[in-house]
Structures are given as structure tokens and as C-alpha cells.
């Protein structure tokens, strides 16, 4: 017996960063759109935790105890007082270490995979805790669709989107680390305000206006990631050249997100960004895409 659980990657639409608190983590106001591009992680019976990965960059996967998908099973095995005796076996779409949040959709996985076949049964405000412990950006990866994050992100206010956004994102090599990246921003921005988000994006994702969309979006983190990663502007700029809406980095980077128009434009933008050598390859999704979900009963 094996549970399938399928779970989206995510673009920031906003990530408006504050200053560094005390315990090191940034207050955000982070709005969330989960898109699709898909991790399925499937949980089997076995002696004993083990990880394994499959997919383009399954070989950048850690298959230790620091894969989140290990801590997830790990940590909801520890509240029921019962083994993590699981195989977790991870089918990867998502861009590793791409600012996409593959790690954390990797973790919220592999929790509703172990919560079925254990039959533990936590409630929903049980896994949304678990998730927040293994990592700030696991809770959206569990609930999908869109959403504010506050404090450091792993506070979660739905949000209600009106229509379908397309989207394109350039794959860099290798990927940036995002504890490096908040670094860097620490470094460039000494004064960061407080973060808010803009009533006029919550409208754009509201009414589903793929031009208002475009004109709101805005990451805080892109300057640090332009800096430790300077051939990312090349890229920004092809895709735009393409005929992009708008073009920002996704989360932390190295990934490039661009809001296009509909599927077709979608299409020649990713062939263009792939023609333009500014990137490893490009991938076109959309979103909103639903949470964390049981494909196997
Ligand atoms: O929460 P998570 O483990 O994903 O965070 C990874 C790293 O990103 C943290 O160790 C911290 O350096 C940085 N981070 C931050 N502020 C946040 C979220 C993450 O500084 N709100």
C-alpha cells in the first residue's frame, strides 16, 4: 500500500521585506499564488525513514535528514509517538533551490502523504503547525490557491483570485541560497520599512487582471538576488524583450517569473527565453493551482 500526494510550486506576486528580528528571520508581507508545476511525493510502508528522488535535478536533492520531506514525516511521527518507518519517494518538477519553494511543497507532501497512511488524522490546524515548524513557506505549499503570508511568512490569510494568470519561468543553473540571499538584502537595504501589501495587487488577484497584475508585482528580495546572481538582469530583460507583461525574480531566486497575456504568448515567450541562452531552460504554468493533494485513497 502507497499514498500519492501531489503539491504546486509558488510565485510571489509580493514580497515586501522588513528588517532582520531579533531571531533572524524577516517579517514579511508576502502574497503567495501557487502555480503548476507539480512535486508528487508517495509514502510506502519500509524498515525504516529513507528518501529517494527522481526528476531532471533529483541528483541536487539532499536525501538526508535534511530533506524536508524526511523532517515532515519525522516530525508527525514524533507527535503520535509511532516510527517514521516510510519510504518518501519524490517525483520532482519543480526547480530545486529555485526560489519555487520545491523543498517546502516537498515537506507539505510528504506530511499529508504519512498523515493517510499512518491514519494518524491530525486536523488541518495540527498539519498547518507541523508545516510552519519545518519551514516559512510549508504552510502555503499545504493550502495552494493564493494567500497573505505574514509574520514570517508562515501566517496565512487566503486570498481570493478572480481569473487564470499565465506564466513563464527562465530555470537558472544551479540555484541560491536563501539564507544568502536575505544577507545580501540585509546588506543593500539597512532601512527596510515595514512590509505591506498593496491594496491595488489584492485587487488585480481579486478581479483577475492579468494588466493591473503586472503593474503590481514587486519582490524586495530581486535587488539582493540581481547582486549575488547578476546575469538574472539578461535574463529578466529577454523575457520582457518577448513580450512579457512583467518579469521579476521568483522568492529568493534564481528564478525568473513572467506574467504573460494567455497560453500563446506563454508559448513564444518560453521558446524565446530558451532561444536567448539567458537561461537553462523555461517552463510555461498557471495559476491559481490547488494545495496539497491525495491522488491514491
Ligand atoms: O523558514 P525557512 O527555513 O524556509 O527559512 C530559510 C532561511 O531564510 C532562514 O534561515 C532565514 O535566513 C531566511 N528567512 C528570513 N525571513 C523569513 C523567511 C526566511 O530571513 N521570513
Redesign the pocket.
Known sequence: MSVTVRVPAKVNVRLAVGP?RPD???D?ANVFLAVSLYDEVTAAPAPSLRVTCEGPDADRVPLDRTNLAARAAELLAARYGIEPAVHLHIAKDIPVAGGMAGG?ADGAGALLACDALWGTGASRAELLDICAEL???VPFSLVGGAALGTG??ERLTALPVGGEFHWVFALADGGLS??AV?AEFDRLTPDAPAPDAPPALLDALRTGDTAALAGALANDLQPAALSLRPSLADTLAAGTAAGALAALVSGSGPTTAFLVKDAESARSVAAALTASGTCRTARTATSPAPGALLLTP
Open positions: 532582520a533572524g528571520f524577516h514579511l517546502s519551514g516559512s513557506d514570517r511568512g536563501t539564507p536575505y
